[in-house]
């Protein structure tokens, strides 16, 4: 699995607002079974334990048994690596804007000369 693949899995998993809820339910407890879980939120324990398992197939969340329970905790690493993905979005956009500002703000706009040619110019004759 690439690393845009696992970025789109996190993003898949956290696009639903109660998988939110519950990766910060358990964040704030570091480690819970899907029955304490679901004593703070609107949802059956069936319903946690899905969320959960959606969780756990994206990388956000860890299983391990506990004599008759499965007691889950957060893993941030996906997390952090999507955050870089989107820190490394923001800043190639961010320098495409400032482009467009600096543009947008000189007495006498002209387009940065290009570092690469475009596929239809043809060489000077």
Do not use: C, F, N
Request: net charge positive.
């Amino acid at each position: 699995m690439t690393g845009l693949d696992q970025v789109d899995e996190v993003l898949a998993a956290l696009a639903d607002p109660m998988r939110r809820r519950v990766l910060d339910g358990l964040a704030a407890r570091g480690e819970a079974t899907a029955t304490g879980l679901a004593e703070e939120l609107p949802v059956s324990r069936q319903a946690v334990v899905q969320h959960l398992s959606v969780l756990e197939k994206a990388g956000l969340v860890s299983s391990r048994r506990s004599g008759r329970e499965r007691r889950y905790r957060v893993e941030p690493q996906r997390l952090d690596a999507t955050a870089r993905w989107m820190a490394r979005v923001a800043a190639t956009w961010d320098a495409r804007l400032d482009v467009i500002r600096r543009l947008a703000e000189s007495p006498d706009p002209k387009p940065p000369p290009s570092t690469t040619a475009s596929p239809t110019a043809r060489p000077p004759q």
